[in-house]
């Protein structure tokens, strides 16, 4: 992603910010990504009831991390204390949908891949926390 040179020409911003930040913006999108399209493979699946649970897990995830990604990315003003909630929420939210995923791991590898990929993004967003005060 060009997170960081998009961030390097914000007039205000002037380049500043974390690298856990930006890693924490690029983790969010890559995992919504990951999540909807787990979530779209799960419906292929021929049981695809056994996977309802996963289904909504990974959109609720996706929807998270694009919501972090995207309030990590605004540099004007402030509002830390809804960043934080939001990136707190999302850590969260990957975790939750990672033990779902592992659960099916074994039988789907798109759910292995979402797992691991939620896994990243959880650290990623715990990394983050520490630079949003």
Known sequence: MQIREMISTHPQAGGNMSDALLACIE?????????????????????VADLRQCIRLDLDCADICIAAGAMASRRTGTNDIAL??????????????????????????????????????????RGALAQVH
Do not use: K, N
């Open 27 to 47: 983790a969010c999108y890559g995992c919504a990504q990951i999540c909807t399209s787990c979530a779209d493979a799960c419906l292929a699946e021929d049981s």
């Open 84 to 125: 934080r909630a939001t990136i707190e929420a999302c850590a969260r939210a990957c975790a939750i949908c990672a033990e779902e995923c592992e659960r099916h791991a074994q039988m789907h590898e798109h759910c292995r891949i979402c797992a691991r990929v939620c896994r990243d993004c959880e650290a990623a967003c």
